[in-house]
């Protein structure tokens, strides 16, 4: 269901109306009101000075509030049947909304600092009146801005945490997927004279990795489109993890893919960060471990999905960066585990290779 919102200047140009109506109906409407045809029309014109003070008040928010008060002075000496300045109190809302409590508090003070005139030509009752409607309408003001100050400081960490995702994907899609080119752009090169068959075969799985990269991208890409157009394909999940098996496969190291326990329904995002912990994995597997072969075993439990990545690569020691999570691939796959309420350990084995354990639960998106 599509939610419409007033613009700014169509909303402050009914505030204003309501205003001009208002004023004019108290000036015409009280028996008590102006006398002459000159007074009449001049107090008219102060209630439509001080309503269009509204309409100003966004692009020139000191002037307008200047002359709402100047206004106001007007109808009071003219019409002290509408009451003290009018209703200045409705442009000092706008002017609290638009300034910062420094400023809109002195507009408020020259508001207050005139109230003894309502003193002396109305009494005790007017006075408080005049007083209580100033405070009043700076406090709905001044809460009006502070709501607007969290909603955009809640609309800017909703942006960064989408931009944090989104580099996240990133990484994912072209870390693997460019690593897998250069290496067999590698093998390519090293068997093109001796081997065509091999290079021919290596040139399209480099095609192959090449097309996956930009539909990847295509399709996230679309999903910031303004319009709201969807992605063409869905997001890689589960179901997906053989065709990643394969094309690692072609690239050299071998990936076995076990499953244990009985298979459940899993959420969207669940099934997404582990595509990708799993991704990321073997491409870290494939550009540093010199691994042959690699193990993903997926164990579930009623709770959770157990993901366990294995290789037999390279040695603790030359591992050791990468085990301590300098890289920043390691870091985003604990933050993917973490945000759908999971949580991930890597290491180095004893008797070398390098695990990836990552546990992460079937209800936390559900």
Same mark, same amino acid.
């Given at each position: ?19 001009a ?14 006398d ?12 439509a ?6 309409l ?27 009451g ?7 442009p000092?809302?706008?002017f609290?909304?638009?300034r910062p409590p ?9 508001m ?9 030509s ?12 100033s405070?009043l ?25 989408e ?5 996240r ?6 870390a ?12 390519a ?11 021919r075969?290596a040139?399209d799985?480099i ?7 930009l ?11 303004p319009d ?9 999940g ?5 065709a ?7 690239a050299? #190291?071998?990936?076995a893919?076990?499953?244990? $326990?009985? %298979?459940? /329904? &899993?959420? @969207?995002?669940?099934?997404?960060? !582990?595509?990708?912990?799993v ?5 870290n ?19 959770a #999905? ?6 037999? $690569?390279? %040695?603790? /020691? &030359?591992? @050791?960066?990468h085990?301590?999570? !300098? ?6 796959m ?33």
């Open positions: 269901m599509k939610t419409f919102r007033m613009r700014p200047a169509v909303s402050d140009a009914g505030w204003a109306g309501v205003l109506v208002a004023l004019t109906t108290l000036i015409l409407g009280v028996p008590e009101g102006p002459t045809a000159v007074e009449i029309a001049a107090a008219l014109a102060c209630a000075a001080q309503a269009a003070s509204i100003l008040m966004r692009r020139w928010p000191e002037p307008a509030m200047g002359l709402a008060i100047v206004a106001g002075i007007g109808i009071e000496a003219l019409a002290p049947q509408v003290w300045l009018g209703l200045a109190a409705a000092l809302i706008s609290a909304r638009i420094r400023v809109s508090l002195c507009a408020l003070g020259v207050l600092a005139l109230t003894p005139w309502t003193f002396v109305g009494g005790w009752t007017d006075l408080i009146l005049a007083v209580f409607a405070l309408g700076w406090a709905w003001g001044e809460l009006a801005r502070v709501r607007c100050i969290r909603r955009e400081q809640e609309r800017r960490r909703i942006v960064s945490d931009r944090a995702r989104l580099a994907e990133l990484h994912d899609v072209v693997h997927n460019v690593s897998l080119m250069v290496v067999q752009a590698g093998a090169a090293d068997v093109f004279d001796s081997r065509p068959d091999r290079a075969a040139l799985t095609q192959e990795a090449g097309r996956s990269a539909g990847e991208l295509r399709t996230m890409l679309q999903t910031l489109r709201g157009v969807e992605p063409r394909a869905p997001q890689p589960l179901d997906q993890l053989d990643l098996a394969a094309s690692l496969g072609a050299g #190291l071998a990936v893919v076990n499953s244990a $326990g009985d %298979a459940r /329904a &899993v959420p @969207a995002d669940v099934s997404l960060s !582990a595509y990708r912990i991704q990321e994995s073997l491409t597997t494939l550009r540093h471990a010199r691994a042959t072969r690699a193990e993903v075993d997926l164990r579930w439990t009623d709770a #999905l157990h993901l366990q990545i294995t290789d037999d $690569g390279a %040695a603790a /020691a &030359v591992r @050791a960066p085990a301590h999570g !300098a890289g920043a691939g390691l870091v985003g604990r933050e993917r585990a973490r945000l759908v309420g999971g949580s991930l350990d890597a290491g180095p084995l004893p008797a070398g290779g390098f695990r990836v354990s990552a546990r992460l639960p079937l209800g936390a998106s559900a």
